[in-house]
């Protein structure tokens, strides 16, 4: 599987942007996807989650209520929607995806086994 994020990008405090990750390869349908972030100089951290049917998520404490992640399976696609961006949401952010699991979503970076390459995010004050 290959992931290709997307929709990175200069926003103002408050704004929106929606990210994309598009997959390719073998069939990710099935796959749980998650969204992570690096900001500089720190580690990478975990975002957002999803379930392969979308009926699951799960979200860091730092991001619930303001970013939202979604999928299109019929596009092989997740999006990641973004709204009140602050300051302390500028990151690369990352897409991966779970081959081994379905049902369970988890902030666990360690179980997700295919990753994008990034998309950059900066948020001005």
């Known amino acids: 599987v290959q992931l290709q994020a997307s929709g990175g990008g200069l926003v103002q405090a408050g704004g929106s942007l929606r990210l994309s990750c598009a997959a390719s390869?073998?069939?990710?349908?099935?796959?749980?996807m998650g969204w992570f972030r690096q900001a500089p100089g720190k580690e990478r951290e975990f975002a957002a989650a999803?379930?392969?049917?979308?009926?699951?998520?799960v979200y860091a404490d730092s991001v619930k209520g303001r970013l939202t992640i979604s999928r299109d399976n019929a596009k092989n696609t997740v999006y990641l929607q973004m709204n009140s961006l602050k300051p302390e949401d500028t990151a690369v952010y990352y897409c991966?995806?779970?081959?081994?699991?379905?049902?369970?979503?988890?902030?666990?970076?360690?179980?997700?086994?295919?990753w994008g390459q990034g998309t950059e995010v900066t948020v001005s004050s």
């Open positions: 999803i379930s392969w049917s979308g009926g699951s998520t």
């Open positions: 390869g073998r069939t990710y349908r099935r796959y749980a």
């Open positions: 991966a995806a779970d081959p081994n699991s379905s049902t369970v979503v988890t902030a666990l970076s360690t179980r997700y086994i295919y």
